[in-house]
């Protein structure tokens, strides 16, 4: 049988000949109809299969190094040692512990800081909570330290530092959590006037988060409570005029409101179209 003749489309003599001299592996292109070169037919590459991050343990968080934390006064100042891979959770510390700062800081000092909240936040940052913890009841942790009721406002401080402490370093889950213990504790009027000052004291006018309840609280009891703080009450509403307009503000909105509901039980709006209208037993520290 004869030898099938291999032909090359297009290409002169001299071309067929020297393609036929290649031997066996010479393939007929023109039959195929397709363009070896051109761009629209190359095979594309597959992308790199990225490889996962490695998952980051407890255990890293504790290796060195370690950073100092200097509070109080800078005579006379307390350290507090924490691994700095916990501390760079911190927008505040990732700023004063990176290598590309002006001064990179192995002790960083905070001296208007209290220790006891440094100390909170130190304990939050090791393991998302601090004393007196959130129990899942709702209610906080028995404190054996101190009263069943604050009566000076000691124990509202302690979570209102953490709280303020927490807005500095830029961490909004520990605000969270420290004004939510706020609210759990029993107090006297004294210990609230006291921390209304603190708050109005340390804490921006847009801050409605937290000063906003404390209006409320006083806007709602300040006919009976301003009696029991023996002048505290006035003091702080010359001393904070953004208190009493806080107060103030929240005491003719209710006085609205309420000409508001009467105005549709008269002309018989409201509770299906007749009757009275209820009222809801309101929290302690409610907005």
């Known amino acids: 049988m004869a030898e099938p003749e291999v032909r090359i489309s297009g290409g002169t003599a001299d071309e067929a000949g020297d393609i036929d001299m290649a031997g066996d592996d010479v393939v007929e292109v023109a039959e195929t109809g397709i363009d070896v070169d051109a761009p629209g037919d190359e095979v594309e590459e597959e992308p790199p299969i990225e490889t996962p991050a490695p998952q980051v343990t407890f255990v890293d968080y504790l290796r060195p190094p370690i950073i100092s934390l200097l509070t109080g006064r800078p005579t006379n100042p307390t350290a507090l040692f924490v691994h700095e891979a916990l501390l760079l959770k911190s927008p505040f510390f990732r700023t004063a512990i990176s290598p590309d700062s002006p001064s990179p800081k192995r002790s960083i000092p905070l001296p208007d800081s209290d220790l006891e909240a440094t100390s909170c936040f130190v304990e939050y940052l090791y393991t998302g909570e601090y004393f007196p913890h959130k129990l899942p009841s709702g209610s906080l942790q028995t404190d054996p330290s101190t009263d069943a009721i604050d009566s000076t406002g000691a124990q509202l401080l302690r979570h209102a530092k953490v709280y303020t402490l927490a807005e500095k370093l830029g961490l909004p889950a520990l605000k969270t959590l420290s004004h939510s213990k706020i609210h759990l504790i029993n107090s006297t009027a004294v210990a ?16 409605v988060t937290i000063r906003k309840p404390v209006a409320s609280f006083w806007g709602q009891r300040s006919h009976v409570l301003r009696h029991e703080t ?8 010359l001393e904070f005029p953004e208190f009493a307009f806080d107060v103030l503000s929240f005491v003719l909105d209710a006085v609205e409101k309420r000409d508001e509901r009467r105005r549709k039980v008269e002309d018989g709006e409201g509770n299906g179209g007749g009757g009275k209208v209820g009222s809801a037993r309101k929290k302690q520290r409610g907005v």
Do not use: L, N, P, W
């Not at 609230?192 to 801050?207: C, G, S």
């Not at 023996?230 to 509403?237: K, Y």
């Open 192 to 207: 609230e006037i006291t921390y209304a000052r603190y708050v109005y004291a340390h804490t921006k006018r847009k801050d």
């Open 230 to 237: 023996e002048g505290s009450f006035r003091q702080m509403c």
